[in-house]
């Protein structure tokens, strides 16, 4: 079955500090892939998308990512975070160009 | 920027009392969905809707569940008898023909009680 999977749920650092949250999926096919950010009592707004072209993506916010099709990966960077980088991060993958699978999510404290 | 659009945000109901909640996807996006959010877990998929019809649903998507979109415009998910564990977070969200972004709705927060 396909999953998605994110490491280290909890994620406390200072502001100023890099961030790298890891995802992990199991489908072998084509995929899509995303990350999703919501922010206390918000809503999931996207964060970046691959769907082919340049492994390394750019979103909003300072953040990137990178497919790597070999370790089925698709890692979240952002080299110096904020304190209103503070939200759960939510790895998602569309296979069967239909369902949308999320991983578990990443809940991630910036302390000033 | 369009947008997807949930009512009610929040709704608070007793065990056993039917749920309707209503969304209305970005207006030329065809595929919609249904996905929850229980507190402290994992956004979880529920049911997927396409020309009219469901095309795909969860293990969590049982009879007590059903989908419509009454009107063209609104899609709805009605629960209809209530439990405490369907107290969630419901996000809608819909994708247009085109790419396989999916938008999603604000959430509707639904307290069983």
């Known amino acids: 079955a396909q999953s998605v999977s994110q490491h280290n749920h909890h994620v406390i650092l200072s502001e100023a500090a890099s961030l790298e949250l890891g995802c992990n999926y199991s489908y072998g096919g084509t995929v899509n892939l995303f990350w999703y950010v919501q922010y206390p009592g918000q809503h999931l707004q996207l964060l970046l998308k691959?769907?082919?072209?340049?492994?390394l993506v750019k979103g909003i916010k300072g953040f990137e990512a990178e497919f790597i099709k070999s370790k089925f990966s698709f890692n979240l960077r952002k080299p110096s975070v904020q304190w209103s980088d503070t939200a759960e991060y939510f790895c998602a993958v569309i296979y069967g160009n239909n369902r949308l699978a999320f991983g578990k999510g990443n809940q991630v404290v910036v302390i000033p | 920027e369009p947008e997807v659009t949930q009512t009610p945000s929040h709704q608070v109901t007793q065990m056993g009392q039917e749920v309707i909640l209503r969304c209305v996807p970005i207006?030329?996006?065809?595929?919609f969905y249904w996905y929850r959010q229980i507190l402290g877990q994992k956004v979880e998929f529920l049911v997927s809707f396409y020309n009219n019809e469901i095309s795909e649903k969860s293990e969590i998507f049982d009879d007590q569940f059903s989908v419509e979109r009454p009107d063209g415009s609104n899609f709805t998910l009605k629960i209809r008898s209530t439990k405490l564990e369907d107290s969630a977070m419901y996000f809608c969200?819909?994708?247009?023909?085109?790419?396989?972004?999916?938008?999603f709705g604000e959430g509707s927060w639904l307290t069983v009680v």
């Open positions: 207006s030329n996006h065809l595929y």
């Open positions: 691959y769907f082919s072209g340049d492994p």
């Open positions: 969200a819909s994708r247009g023909r085109s790419g396989n972004t999916i938008y």
